[in-house]
């Protein structure tokens, strides 16, 4: 796992191929979008996915705080899928989050599916928030960044990071959640002067320019935009 | 084969009305006909092998014509299931005629995706004698509640185009119907309708009540007249390789204008697409000539068809998708351009030609390349032979099972045992284990997960006596929703001009959208189009002008070889004495061959290296279709990899494998070990995206997923679930569970094809002979000339395609011809009422893309290729 550093007013921060941001002079994690219990969510409306997504995602969470080891985890809202999602955890997935508290201080950031102790948390210079605003030195998720590059006639399509010198949206970390083209008005308009996305490998990240993703080409989505 | 049986006459004699009618048209009934008759009257399954124009039609339909006009009455009598809709309608209109000219009080009716919800009630309610059918809606009419009632006085079932269902999971739904209906009504007689095929018991068996072929009479029609088939060559050298036939445009124009009318087969709706536009530029005499593939739209198709049947059409350039159904009088020629992968197949396609089955049908085999012409020549060899091909069928899908017992449970309780006897009644699933039946069924009723999280979100319940009932009778309707057993690749609308105004061509994967530039132009529906923008889920377009269009591309469009025809390709590459037939340059080529390596012989594995341009080469001649090959590409470069030989690429035909490699291969036969399928398997399954897009398919039969919700999409909120991450959860966490037992069971086959690969690699232990040679040998020139064409791909996967991407595009910015940035954006919205992230997923799982999969050779073949060659006609090695 090779994290790729970016500076965000003067700041260094590393962006981890796991799909976490890394602000070392902190020790601060910071992890969007874990929509935990989306399974259980699906499941409630008759699609029964396999029930292991919060089991899945918590240990992802787990690994990148034993090797980061950080004083504060950041989970950057919609952490549950819905606001009931905290009630439906097992006691395996309960117990893993406990764990979790006891290696690290974690915030819960407010996101638009799930309550939290906090709307924004503000470390200056940054601001790290739900739903990015387009402010200067903001560090957000909701958007779930997704892009694709063409090679030799293949498509390879990833979660990713989109930076440029004013803000980074983190892609998101759950098991079970999906992405929204970075080519979307929503993304590309936080990033008027261009972007580049850093999309998740194994074990590094891949950069590109924001201008060069190729279509994710997922167009329903703008035809229910007017709904 | 069962011979002919003539039917004694008194056994199967026809109503007053019937034998009137035949007697003024002054038709007698065939042998097999009767013989179909006689067995129904005796309360008897029968299944009809006949050829095409053999009656087959009347003579399954005879038996109802006869029990209706003796007794009139009421209800149901007769089940009619067609592969096509299309093939349904056109035999109600062919069997209104007998009726009404005999004078018979018998009532039809077509139920299909077609018929509207009113005529849907009115057959349940007051159903016809006769209904015709396809196997998605008998499973739907079998799901209603009131489908005892409906089907308890059926008397018989006929199943047409049985050769074309059994095998595939359209026939293992069907199967598992015609046992509920062997519950539902055990008296009703089964009338099988088929072409001549090579598995005649499996045929039997898929018909009979007891899955085992019990009770089911063979009854075949004499044979027809033997086809009349010549191979055309271009006149000089045979081309090394190339699939699309296009040198042979200018002998196909002259063949069509020949003939009354033609059928141009070719293999792959991108071949289609060229040759149309090759016949088109010859075409001075303004010939009616015509396209027909599976992309085109619905209505384009049918106009298409209903020109064929009227008989306007001069000739029709069509894929597979003419290969089955209505039968048009007036084809008198089959062109086939491009190998014919399978004797059936091409028997099945000659037989479009010329419905009279006393006289020959004509066909003309125009091969592409060298291959492509000994695999002609040893198809010809089996067609004459009555040699016929193809596997036996694959046990049946545990996907289409689970699909099934929700229906099954749809209709009113059951108990699990009853259901199991019932189900092992098909006979597909004859051999179905308890514990996988009681795996789907715990899959239906919550999932069937170890972590038994779902108690709350059952679907299904137990009653104290152990019979499973619907928990929820909304389950039952978005069942109805999602029923089937075709899963569609996500495709996009292709419309000429802006806006709701446009025409719409057709439909083409969004894949190869995805890698359209505006402006960029590309042959579609005989057309040459320009690509101006992606709007919702349309592809917008113009009439464009100019040269060098790419061409649509579908990887999953190419039939592979069968077994059969390969191993007669290997027969022919070692027999010297009938090289003599072949054109003078193939012949020299293989005796080249024969001198400095050695020709594949039938049981062993070929497999040469050599180095070439700074590269080592290994060849395999394995002779087991392309998808096999890819697969086995895919294994090989990773073993090759742990072996420190460095391979860089591999390309895949249907004769050979070709990898090359920075270091030299050496041990080349412990690299072929069986072993491969172990570990580098499971490996490669993790990140394949074949197999995430066979997941995919499995979990949208089983029901897992929907690709059609209620009214869910309104909520805004995120309904669905990328089947990819489902299959990276669930392989970590129960890498048994019962959908990716199907799945694997699924990739054994198909565009995986690991089974082909594994009896191969077990065939082959202990045979590998290696030619270490010092160049490329003259066998091997056709696979390296694909080198660059095909898709290459390495084991890697993904992460090194896009570290490859990564240092184009640095590369790209430091000679400063990166793109430009983004245009402005318009203004931030402040507030966004749907989550577009939810929308963005909604969408993506209708339209899900099959990752990674890139175009072939067809995607950069240019109109320019077209050359006028002149053809001339081969004679035929004896």
Redesign the interface.
């Given at each position: 796992m090779t994290a790729a550093p970016v500076h965000l007013l003067g700041e260094r921060l590393m962006l981890d191929p796991a799909g976490a941001l890394w602000w070392p002079a902190r020790r601060l994690l910071a992890i969007a979008d874990l929509h935990l219990e989306?399974?259980?969510a699906?499941?409630?409306?008759?699609?029964?996915?396999?029930?292991?997504?919060s089991?899945?995602t918590l240990e992802r969470l787990t690994r990148l705080v034993r090797l980061y080891r950080p004083e504060r985890l950041l989970l950057l809202g919609d952490s549950f899928?819905?606001p009931k999602g905290a009630a439906r955890l097992?006691a395996a997935e309960r117990e893993a989050l406990a764990a979790l508290s006891r290696l690290t201080a974690i915030t819960w950031l407010a996101g638009?599916h799930d309550p939290g102790t906090a709307e924004e948390v503000h470390e200056p210079p940054l601001t790290f928030r739900h739903?990015p605003r387009?402010e200067t030195g903001e560090v957000a998720g909701?958007?779930?960044p997704k892009a694709?590059?063409?090679?030799?006639?293949?498509?390879?399509?990833?979660p990713c990071f989109v930076a440029d010198s004013r803000r980074v949206l983190l892609p998101?970390f759950g098991?079970?959640?999906?992405?929204?083209?970075v080519r979307?008005?929503?993304i590309?308009?936080?990033?008027?002067?261009?972007a580049r996305v850093f999309?998740l490998?194994?074990?590094r990240l891949?950069?590109?320019?924001?201008?060069?993703a190729?279509?994710?080409?997922?167009?329903?989505?703008?035809?229910?935009?007017g709904? | 084969m069962p011979e002919p049986i003539p039917a004694p006459p008194d056994l199967a004699p026809l109503p007053a009305p019937l034998a009137a009618w035949f007697a003024r048209r002054g038709w007698q009934p065939h042998p097999h006909q009767r013989a179909v008759l006689a067995a129904a009257r005796a309360g008897r399954s029968a299944l009809l092998l006949a050829p095409t124009g053999a009656g087959k039609t009347l003579a399954g339909f005879l038996p109802t014509l006869a029990d209706l006009a003796e007794t009139p009455r009421p209800g149901l009598h007769t089940l009619y299931v067609s592969p096509l809709k299309a093939l349904a309608a056109d035999i109600a209109r062919n069997l209104e005629r007998p009726i009404a000219e005999a004078g018979l009080a018998i009532t039809l009716d077509v139920r299909t995706g077609d018929t509207d919800q009113a005529s849907r009630r009115r057959q349940r309610e007051a159903p016809p004698n006769i209904l015709l059918t396809t196997p998605e809606s008998l499973a739907l009419l079998l799901s209603f509640p009131d489908s005892a009632r409906l089907f308890a006085d059926l008397r018989t079932v006929v199943v047409d185009e049985i050769h074309a269902l059994a095998g595939t999971k359209r026939g293992d739904q069907l199967a598992l119907c015609l046992a509920r209906l062997g519950t539902l009504a055990p008296g009703a007689v089964r009338i099988g309708l088929s072409a001549t095929a090579p598995w005649p018991d499996h045929l039997a068996a898929f018909l009979s009540a007891d899955g085992r072929g019990t009770g089911v009479e063979r009854i075949a029609a004499p044979p027809g007249a033997a086809p009349a088939i010549e191979i055309r060559l271009p006149e000089g050298p045979l081309p090394w390789s190339g699939h699309m036939g296009l040198m042979a445009a200018e002998a196909i124009y002259r063949l069509i204008r020949a003939h009354r009318s033609t059928i141009v087969f070719v293999n792959t709706r991108a071949q289609a697409e060229l040759v149309f536009a090759a016949l088109w530029r010859l075409n001075d005499d303004a010939l009616p000539i015509a396209l027909h593939h599976g992309s085109l739209a619905r209505d384009q198709r049918l106009k298409v068809e209903a020109a064929m049947a009227r008989g306007e059409l001069r000739a029709v350039v069509a894929t597979s998708s003419l290969d089955l159904g209505i039968d048009w009088g007036e084809v008198d020629l089959v062109v086939q351009v491009g190998a014919p992968k399978g004797v059936s197949r091409l028997l099945q396609r000659i037989g479009r030609a010329n419905h009279r089955w006393d006289e020959p049908s004509r066909a003309v085999l125009v091969p592409a390349n060298r291959f492509e012409l000994l695999e002609c020549l040893c198809a010809l060899d089996g067609v004459r032979e009555g040699a016929l091909d193809g596997d036996p069928s694959p046990p049946g899908g545990l996907d289409v099972l689970a699909q099934h017992v929700m229906g099954t449970v749809c209709a009113g309780p059951i108990h699990p045992d009853e259901l199991y006897a019932e189900v092992t009644r098909a006979a597909p699933y004859r051999d179905l284990a308890r514990r996988d039946f009681d795996d789907v069924v715990r899959f239906v009723e919550?999932?069937g997960?170890a972590?038994s999280?779902?108690e709350r979100?059952r679907?299904l319940f137990r009653d104290a006596e152990g019979r499973l009932h619907l928990a929820?009778e909304?389950?039952a309707r978005?069942w109805r929703l999602n029923i089937g057993t075709i899963v569609e690749a996500p495709l996009?609308k292709v419309k000429l001009g802006r806006g709701f105004g446009g025409a719409t061509l057709g439909e083409i994967e969004?894949?190869f959208?995805?890698?359209l530039n505006p402006g960029d132009t590309f042959l579609f529906a005989g057309r040459l189009l320009r690509f101006d923008r992606?709007?919702?889920?349309?592809v917008e377009c113009s009439p464009a002008h100019g040269d060098d269009p790419k061409v649509p591309a579908y990887a999953g469009g190419r039939l592979p070889l069968t077994t059969y025809l390969a191993d007669r390709v290997r027969a022919l590459l070692q027999d010297r004495r009938r090289w003599q037939g072949l054109p003078a340059d193939v012949a020299e080529w293989l005796e080249l061959q024969r001198r400095r390596s050695r020709l594949p012989g039938p049981a062993d594995l070929l497999v040469e290296t050599f180095p070439r341009g700074g590269r080592w080469f290994l060849v395999a001649y394995c002779f087991e279709g392309r998808n096999a090959h890819q697969t086995l590409g895919m294994l090989l470069t990773r073993r090759m990899e742990r072996a420190g030989f460095r391979p860089l690429g591999f390309v895949a035909t249907d004769y050979v494998l070709a990898v090359w490699s920075a270091a030299e291969p050496r041990d080349v036969a412990r690299l072929f070990d069986e072993e491969m399928l172990g570990e580098d398997l499971e490996e490669w399954m993790a990140e394949s995206s074949l197999l995430k897009r066979t997941f995919r398919h499995v979990a949208v039969i089983a029901g897992?997923?929907?690709r059609n919700h209620l009214g869910?999409?309104?909520t805004?909120?995120?309904?669905?679930?990328?089947t990819d991450?489902?299959y990276?959860?669930?392989r970590?966490?129960?890498p048994d569970?019962v959908l990716l037992r199907a799945t694997r069971a699924d990739a054994a086959r198909g565009l995986v094809d690991v089974g082909r690969v594994a009896l191969m690699l077990r065939r082959a232990r202990g045979r590998i002979v290696h030619m270490a040679l010092s160049r490329v040998s003259p066998l091997a020139v056709p696979v390296l000339l694909e080198v660059g064409k095909e898709?290459?791909?390495t084991g890697e996967g993904?992460?090194a395609?896009?570290?490859?991407?990564?240092a184009?595009?640095l590369l790209a910015?430091a000679r400063g011809e990166?793109?430009?940035?983004?245009v402005?954006?318009?203004?931030?919205?402040a507030e966004?009422p749907?989550?577009?992230?939810h929308?963005?997923?909604?969408?993506?799982?209708?339209?899900r893309?099959p990752?990674?999969?890139?175009?072939g050779t067809q995607?950069r073949a240019t109109l320019r290729t077209i050359r006028s060659r002149r053809q001339a006609s081969l004679p035929l090695p004896e």
């Open positions: 989306k399974g259980s699906l499941a409630a409306r008759g699609s029964l996915v396999p029930p292991y997504d089991r899945a899928h819905d097992g638009n739903v387009g909701h958007l779930h694709a590059v063409t090679v030799r006639g293949a498509w390879v399509a990833r998101a098991a079970y959640t999906g992405g929204l083209d979307d008005p929503a590309r308009s936080l990033f008027p002067r261009g999309l490998g194994k074990d891949f950069s590109f320019p924001l201008a060069a190729a279509p994710l080409s997922e167009p329903a989505a703008k035809a229910m935009s709904a | 919550d999932g997960y972590l999280a779902y979100y679907r929820d909304r389950a978005r996009l969004e894949y959208v995805s890698l992606l709007r919702e889920t349309v897992l997923v929907e869910g999409a309104k805004g909120r995120q309904v669905t679930v990328n991450l489902i990276d959860v669930l970590k966490y129960e569970h898709h290459v791909a993904q992460d395609l896009l570290a490859e991407a990564e184009a595009q910015e990166a793109d430009p940035p983004a402005t954006p318009p203004p931030l919205r966004r749907v989550h577009p992230v929308r963005a997923n909604v969408a993506r799982d209708r339209k893309r990752g990674g999969i890139a175009l995607g």
